[in-house]
């Protein structure tokens, strides 16, 4: 076993095996996949009886092929995976991904023993089996069977589900995130997710790591990754209930375990658990488009009262505070909303409120030593303009560059129909983290605050180091 993935993420020659000239075979994607990414690397069809597919010279087994191969993605049926790895061994191939179905998944498996056998004697990583493979988006590799292009940027992900990793794709692109690397893991009957961790944790590309996990098999390293690595880990842990558990058991022949100590776990290794994949998403629009949060001290500006309570309510149930105004602050704010209303926090700017009062709020509270980070809120109350709300954030968050100027972070909140929804994807391709739920804005903010506390046992890390 050898876990230096560069040339696994990098390879610059290729061989699929099982690849086929029928275009519905998982062989067949696996092949086009590779071939019309927009990365360059020598590309081998591996086929018993074919001569060429796709326009490419096939061979009949990997040790046929020519020169080095730093990759070979392995897609025929389980009973003849062993011996294409031998001959994997035999080439001195250092990487594979085993994408075919059919081992410990489906109950206690010899066939998977088998593999295991063959990969603790060799110097190689294997992916999987039962996987998708890997795109990465940094390069413009693809090296899955699967659809879905993601868009390249930031956000590392490591699924153990395949379908669920695609899903994340198309969820990525509709959020306007952008995925440096997407990774499924399967069965991980070698490259596990602390290895990944281990690579993305000093992968230049990568900012923040996001997991989908069924089960752990080796715990302590888990933690010990995400222990060690200096980027926010995002963790979605599936098996929670008895039923997701027995599920989790199918799908990947995974142990759930009790969910108790998955918590306390990732918690205590600086991880965060997110509930689903959605706020997966939440979370990292918020750490890689916002600086984290010092302290859990939050400010709310927001032209609905409702809408004030229900975030206020929302941020307390998630850690963090509420504070009343100093009286600086309170003279500023008392300065520019209407008489009829007192400054309070969360601040009522009042449902006629326009992008003046939106951007002098948000400012005063920024500019409080006691506020650590802002959300600032808008209802589609019916004689506002959403545009005005819509407006000032994109200022305040781009043209200001108010969290440069401040260090703070600020998230945003809408409660709206169709409207406000065209003025939102606006607010989303230019990279501002925009919810349209109050709980949904705390849940980020309360991971931009777990991502301050992180940095600074992050820094008394490198103190004790030192000392
Ligand atoms: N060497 C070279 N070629 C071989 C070998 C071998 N040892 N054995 C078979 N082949 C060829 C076959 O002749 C065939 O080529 P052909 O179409 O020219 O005849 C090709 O390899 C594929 O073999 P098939 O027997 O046709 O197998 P098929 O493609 O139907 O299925 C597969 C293989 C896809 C690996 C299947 O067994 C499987 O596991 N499917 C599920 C995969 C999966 O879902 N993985 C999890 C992904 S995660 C997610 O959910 C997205």
Redesign the pocket.
């Known amino acids: 076993m050898t876990h230096n993935l560069e040339v696994f993420f990098r390879p610059k020659s290729i061989a699929v095996?099982?690849?086929?000239?029928?275009s519905r075979?998982?062989?067949?994607a696996a092949l086009k996949n590779i071939l019309i990414s927009d990365y360059e690397c020598s590309l081998y069809p591996?086929?018993?009886?074919?001569k060429e597919?796709l326009g490419l010279k096939c061979f009949?087994?990997v040790s046929d092929i020519p020169g080095k191969v730093d990759l070979v993605l392995?897609?025929?049926?389980?009973p003849?995976?062993a011996?294409?790895l031998r001959?994997c061994v035999k080439k001195k191939v250092k990487n594979t991904i085993i994408?075919?179905?059919?081992f410990s998944e489906v109950g206690k498996n010899d066939m998977e023993e088998e593999l295991k056998q063959i990969i603790d004697k060799a110097d190689m990583n294997v992916l999987?089996?039962?996987?998708?493979?890997y795109k990465n988006a940094s390069i413009g590799l693809d090296a899955?069977?699967?659809y879905g292009n993601p868009k390249k940027g930031n956000v590392a992900l490591i699924s153990q589900?395949?379908?669920l990793?695609?899903g994340m794709i198309y969820l990525a692109n509709n959020e306007y995130m952008g995925v440096s690397k997407i990774i499924?893991v399967?069965n991980k009957l070698d490259l596990d997710d602390d290895d990944l961790i281990d690579y993305f944790a000093q992968d230049p590309d990568t900012k923040v790591i996001g997991l989908y996990i069924e089960g752990v098999k080796h715990g302590r390293d888990f933690m010990n990754s995400i222990y060690a690595c200096n980027k926010p880990i995002l963790v979605v842990k599936a098996g929670k209930s008895s039923a997701g558990a027995r599920a989790a058991s199918s799908h990947t022949g995974s142990m759930a375990g009790s969910d108790k100590i998955y918590e306390a776990a990732i918690k205590q290794a600086g991880g965060i658990r997110c509930r689903d994949v959605v706020e997966l998403f939440d979370m990292a629009k918020a750490l890689t488009g916002q600086p984290p949060a010092r302290g859990n001290r939050i400010g709310i500006v927001t032209n609905g009262g409702g809408l004030g309570i229900l975030l206020t309510d929302a941020c307390e149930e998630n850690g963090l505070t509420i504070p009343k105004l100093s009286p600086k602050t309170y003279k500023k704010i008392d300065k520019i909303i209407p008489d009829l209303v007192r400054p309070n926090n969360p601040v009522d700017i009042v449902a006629d409120a326009g992008f003046f009062r939106y951007e002098a709020a948000t400012s005063a509270l920024l500019e409080d030593p006691n506020i650590d980070g802002v959300i600032v809120a808008s209802v589609h109350g019916g004689y506002a303009r959403p545009a005005e709300f819509t407006g000032a954030i994109i200022k305040m968050i781009r043209e200001r560059k108010l969290h440069e100027e401040y260090k703070k972070p600020i998230l945003a909140t809408w409660v709206g129909g169709r409207e406000y929804e065209d003025l939102v994807i606006d607010l989303k391709s230019a990279g501002v983290p925009i919810y349209p739920s109050s709980w949904r804005t705390a849940r980020s903010m309360m991971a931009l605050y777990q991502e301050g506390q992180r940095i600074k046992k992050e820094g008394k890390k490198e103190a004790e180091k030192k000392n």
């Not at 591996?46 to 074919?50: F, G, P, Q, Y």
């Not at 392995?74 to 389980?78: H, R």
């Open positions: 095996v099982g690849a086929s000239k029928d075979k998982i062989g067949h591996v086929n018993l009886k074919e597919i009949k087994k392995i897609s025929v049926p389980a003849f995976v011996d294409v001959d994408i075919t179905s059919g999987g089996p039962n996987v998708m493979g899955s069977f699967v589900s395949g379908a990793g695609i499924g399967g």
